[in-house]
């Protein structure tokens, strides 16, 4: 195995509102987006052929064909370089799957980091070959392999529009804990945003404020994200009760100053002000519900 990681971090949204369609289907999107301290983890080394082996808590659940994202980003990115799809590919699987923090496109990013490391150098030999750091590239390929994949590869706090593509930097960010939460079921992004009817939209106010100014601490921040929302979370809860139990137990735990889902689910998060108390209730919680996963972890990135 190389000795160069890539992480793969949790991408966690702490507020996600619907504000459109777009006439192909898709949605339009106001987030702000932070990634945590937990997260998979990705190899790439030269071999003779492509391939992919997930190791991992939550390996068994992934694929190692095609219908990998990160198999899928090696093959796009070996045709725009114009080299061989060659590398042996170790994924280290910790975060849950189908859960709404966006592991499979952090591994996806991932790998387009590593195999654009690997391959530049054989790349460059080509006179058609794009830049070495080319990072619109990378951009427009993790654009077409998904939505989430672009702000994956921006790996720090943005503030995310259109469908995913569009990203800005977010204002600075306090120190802050999360606690990351997943009951151990798994919710269909596409299911979720099928389960979210007219009634939904109707009842949802219009999307908050921008920034006014940075947050000065957590306490702070949390104040700000409360007059946001997670516009999937009620179709989700429909879904999935599940939800429901999980916002309950962050809420019950010391120094929980918001508790809300991330993404389309069912993964929820706690925000909180100190490491302590965030390790804390990850502990408790997963004592309490042996099925659950667990995690703390600061929000990576912040600007100071």
């Known amino acids: ?103 499979g496109s952090a591994d996806a990013a991932a790998a387009l980091r590593a195999l654009h490391a690997l391959w530049r150098d054989e790349a460059g030999t080509r006179g058609d070959a794009p830049a070495r750091d080319d990072e619109s590239l990378l951009m427009n390929l993790g654009a077409a392999l998904g939505a989430d994949v672009p702000v994956c590869l921006y790996a720090r706090p943005a503030l995310v529009g259109g469908i995913g593509e569009a990203l800005q930097p977010a204002p600075p960010l306090p120190e802050a804990w999360l606690v990351l939460v997943n009951p151990g079921v798994a919710l269909s992004t596409a299911a979720v945003f099928q389960a979210r009817g007219a009634q939904d939209a109707a009842a949802e106010p219009a999307p908050g404020p921008a920034f006014a100014s940075p947050p000065r601490d957590a306490e702070a921040l949390a104040e700000l994200l409360a007059a946001r929302r997670n516009d999937l979370e009620p179709p989700a809860r429909r879904l999935c009760a599940e939800v429901d139990e999980v916002l309950g137990a962050l809420a019950a735990t010391r120094g929980c100053l918001l508790g809300r889902m991330s993404g389309s689910g069912a993964t929820c998060f706690g925000l909180y002000a100190e490491a302590a108390q965030a390790r804390a209730a990850a502990a408790a919680i997963a004592g309490a519900h042996p099925g659950w996963w667990a995690s703390a972890a600061p929000i990576l990135g912040r600007s100071d």
Do not use: Q
């Open 1 to 103: 195995m190389s000795e160069t990681a890539y992480p793969a971090p949790a991408k966690v949204n702490l507020w996600l509102e619907v504000v459109g369609k777009r006439a192909d289907g898709y949605h339009l999107l106001d987030s702000l987006v932070v990634f945590a301290g937990v997260g998979d983890c990705l190899w790439a080394e030269p071999a003779e052929a492509l391939s992919l082996a997930v190791e991992g808590p939550f390996g068994a659940a992934v694929p190692t064909d095609g219908a990998n994202l990160v198999v899928r980003a090696a093959h796009l990115l070996a045709e725009a370089l114009g080299v061989p799809a060659r590398a042996r590919l170790t994924l280290d699987k910790r975060l849950p799957v189908a859960a709404g923090i966006g592991g």
